[in-house]
């Protein structure tokens, strides 16, 4: 891919909708993604549009929503019009859906996501101008936290969740919606075996990719989630996946995983940290890689049903 594969980014547009999006909180993927694309020496950029084999139009869907979305307008109607992009509002354009490669984290089978098609990327909680920081955490024979998951209490999967877990005095499984004043968030995530990681409003979170940078095994609770560079990463290799209706037995199931078989699961969560970091410039096998990666499987696939 590194040899081959070249994308030619579209220049025109003014920020703030175009060349510019946010750096910090959930959906700073989609702006470091502009900029790593747009950065002068970027490897995998055209030099001219003949030579590409795709096209990036560096428009922020995150700036479209704070510059031009009112809480009076019809959401999807108002998106369809303007962009499409995303799940639902990419089917109001038919014919602009056939030639987009989709890159979503909200990567929901169940709303229009076309694994074939489509690249599901993870969602990462970036703070401005610095990378989210990636450690070992605590060492897998010091974690005395069965399974831990802190968060709110909204969305069907969750609701589950606290309503069989949430707010026990039980220290194998530890589901709040706020934290005692004197718990550290992240210190606490370092001390659990499992990172508990249920939908909430929607199927992705930022909880994925928080597990693996403290090296806690993601649990990952959810309906129809097409997991993040599944092409390549073996899920079932560094994380549990429970269905929703088993939500009831999660201690049982967490529990009955022998010991030597978290210590192997836990290992590969280090293993794999590399292919979630976010790096400025980005550097090679990193989460911008591996979305592109997602891409450049998808290009070729096109290619070859279209032949």
Known sequence: MMKTFKIWTYKEGDIPLMHDGPMSYIYSSEGHFIEEMERKGNPLAANHPDEAHAFFIPISVTRIVQYLFSPDDDPFGFMGRLQAIGPFVSRKNPKLFENLIRVLCNANSSEGFIPRRDVSMTEINGPYNNTPIVSGGQSPHNRSILAFFAGGNHGIVRKKLFQHWGNKEDNNIQVYTYLHKNQNYIEVLSQSKYC????????????????????????????????????????????????????????????????????????RVIEVQKHFTVNIPAERFDVFHMILHSVWLRRLNIRLLKS
Request: proline letters at 8%; hydrophobic letters at 40%.
């Open 196 to 267: 508990l990681c249920p939908s909430g409003y929607e199927v992705a979170s930022d909880r994925l990719t928080e597990a693996i940078y403290v090296g806690c095994i993601p649990v990952i609770i959810k309906n129809n989630y097409v997991l993040p560079y599944s092409d390549v990463l073996d899920w079932s290799q560094f994380s549990v996946q429970v269905p929703v209706a088993k939500i009831p037995d999660l201690k049982r199931i967490l529990q009955d995983i022998p010991f030597s078989k978290y210590l192997e699961m836990q290992k």
